[in-house]
């Protein structure tokens, strides 16, 4: 595992101020830290995407579940902790165009 400290649009980085994340040996992300709350991720890495994806963050001081992320042969939408539900539609080649809240 190794940490990866983040940084603002200005190139300086620090993990007190902006947080840091752990990424595990195969490249997933385990967790983020970012204004000292920590979030946990849960990484499905055989799904219909064909690439490693997360499936759900929590808080790991309260184990809350923060969001829920959707899958098809994409990730196609996420879901708060209060299921407020956003869909992440798609251009032609993939990338996310348009977000639609439900």
Same mark, same amino acid.
């Given at each position: 595992? &190794?940490?990866?400290?983040? #940084?603002?649009?200005?190139g ?8 840091? #994340?752990?990424?595990?040996? +195969?490249?997933?992300?385990? *967790?983020?830290?970012? #204004? #000292? ?7 499905d ?11 759900? +963050?929590?808080? *790991? /001081? ?13 990730? &196609?939408?996420q +879901?708060? /902790? ?7 539609? +798609?251009?032609?080649?993939? *990338? ?7």
């Amino acid at each position: 595992m &190794f940490i990866n400290t983040l #940084g603002d649009n200005n190139g300086n980085t620090t993990t007190d101020d902006l947080g840091h #994340g752990i990424i595990h040996d +195969a490249g997933n992300r385990v *967790s983020e830290t970012i #204004g #000292g709350v920590t979030t946990l991720y849960l990484t499905d890495t055989q799904n219909p995407t064909g690439y490693d994806q997360p499936l759900e +963050a929590k808080n *790991s /001081a309260t184990g809350k579940l923060v969001m829920t992320y959707l899958l098809g042969d994409r990730v &196609f939408g996420q +879901a708060d /902790a209060t299921g407020a539900v956003t869909y992440l539609l +798609a251009k032609r080649h993939g *990338s996310t165009r348009v977000t639609r809240h439900d």
